[in-house]
């Protein structure tokens, strides 16, 4: 098993790779399958070297297959078995047939029982993988209730059974396993929407499959890997100064919401931009310059004043605590037309999705419910597919769309790119804000739109995995501010 690949593919991608390693270099589909419960097998023995008894649950297709290979390898080691097929093997076909019928020859088929799950130590998840086309029900479903609420732990064959390989949404219900060996291909849904709950730890094999196979095929996402921040980031030159690093400029923080625009500043500064400034409602400006004065900041009543403020700005950030009254909307138009590179988050989003308009120099950063009002829709239609949702805004809109959430997705409109990093502790007031002003203080360093986003995204999931303690609890946003520091200055 090796590291993984930054690429990620669509299930029908995935299967297209299966028929060119068939066809094209004439692998047999049963070697592959082969190949995959042997390299599943591995992984179990490294990693469960302990587990004596071993649950294996089979599907009706090729996903199938693969479990009956690595019932039949556990037999041969001496492992206790219990063999569960969920679809008759005799109306198997192919592959997994000629499997099933190696495994039962070895290991007599057993009926689930989940209370065999008291004394078993792995289960095996084989009933589903990419070819998962409605949600899961019946005694499947029940299964994997029992499997989710044992002790047992679980490795998941290719996709956990339940989890859609394409959104990376559970379709009824989903194996929570501990590791999830994959092939060939890594499946985009591994790796946003509901998966971080599913999938363990992903590990890949390639099958020994050339990777030729991937001539020609356009990745339909790519992982951002964890040395893209490292790259990204340049040392300062020691003859740096603060000119030489933008000026933001973050606008918002209506009555009562002025944090937002503190912790949007403390962000951007954070970030190395040169200067950063703070346009918000006048009552807001003593607080702000006592708790932070590195920012340099402005009252301004609706779109008043604000021009002199805007010429002297690299990026503007637009959002934060804006509201949904006359002064934000005013703010807003002011700005959204205007000759500076754009950061839009929270009420802008929603002012945006009011009068939609398009650009090319804008990072638009909606979590699923701003989404929805971009894209005049529901949010569990984002949720159907966040992938074709953050295309679609950045198609629509122009620019960059972050898409925030488990697995935060940035698009240009052509390829998506995914944060693995981060935890559910993001899931608090002012990370968004602390977030927008990480994407327009790298943009005002001279990180180009997408550069800024993929960064941005990457430094703020990563400085919340060093400030969570735990991950599980809600993370504050000075914790995260905190920790930017360590994550921006490697
Ligand atoms: N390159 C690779 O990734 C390799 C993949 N292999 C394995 O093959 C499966 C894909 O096999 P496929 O037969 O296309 O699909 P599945 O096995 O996932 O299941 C299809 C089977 O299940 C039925 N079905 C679909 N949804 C449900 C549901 N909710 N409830 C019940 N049944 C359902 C469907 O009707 C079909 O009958 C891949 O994941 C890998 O594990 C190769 O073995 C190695 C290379
Ligand atoms: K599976």
Redesign the pocket.
Known sequence: MSELPDALYTPEQ??A??RRAIEDHGIPGGV??AR?GRATWRLIRQRFPDARRVMVLC????????GYVIARLAADAGLAVDLCPFADPAGLSGDARRAANEALARVPSAAFSPERLAETDLVVDAL??????????GA?ADAIGAVNASHCRVVA???PSGLSARTGQV??IAVRAALTPT???LKQGLFTGEAADCIGEVVFDD?QVPAAVHDGMEPSARLLGAEALEAGLPRRPRTAHKGAFGHVLVIGGDLGMGGAVRIAGEAAARSGAGLTSVVTRPAHVAALLAARPELMVHGVEAGSGLAALLARADVLAVGPGLGQAEWGRALFEAVRDGDRPLVVDADGLNWLAQAPTRRDDWVLTPHPGEAARLLDTDIAEIDRDRFAAVTAIARQYGGVAVLKGAGTLISDGLCCRVCTEGNPGMASGGMGDALTGLIAGLRAQGFDTLASACLGVQAHARAADRAALDGERGLLAGDLLNALRSVVNP
């Open positions: 995935v299967r790779l299966d592959l399958m995959a599907g009706g297709g090729n996903n199938g297959g693969d589903l993988g990419t070819g998962l086309d409605r949600p899961v029900s499947m064959v290719d996709v379709m009824g092939f060939i291909g099958l």
